[in-house]
């Protein structure tokens, strides 16, 4: 039975996970601003190593730049709700156990 909990936990935290960084990342793409000057100049370095081309198209450093953007959201999210998670966890097999 706390396997079949510890399953449905590891499920619950997924997901949460998933939808709630996808919220984040969705909101703050919402806000306006300018990339980065260093940003910017890494994903033009970026793309010469790749493309061994001088002059990247805009769009093609924007999607870079919000796929970069997007990936950190859920990488500083995925610790946020692995700490969370072991938290609760705790609490939780205390009282099942």
């Given amino acids: 039975m706390k396997k079949l909990v510890l399953f449905g936990w590891c499920v619950a935290s997924v997901a949460v996970w998933l939808i709630a960084g996808w919220a984040i990342s969705n909101g703050l793409l919402s806000l306006t601003g300018e990339m980065p000057l260093w940003l910017e100049h ?56």
């Fill in 42 to 97: 890494v994903i033009r370095w970026g793309f010469r190593v790749v493309y061994h081309d001088d002059t990247p198209d805009p769009e093609d450093m924007q999607t870079v730049a919000i796929t970069l953007f997007i990936l950190a959201v859920f990488a500083v999210f995925a610790v946020v709700v692995v700490w969370l998670s072991r938290l609760a966890w705790k609490r939780v097999s205390k009282k099942l156990a």
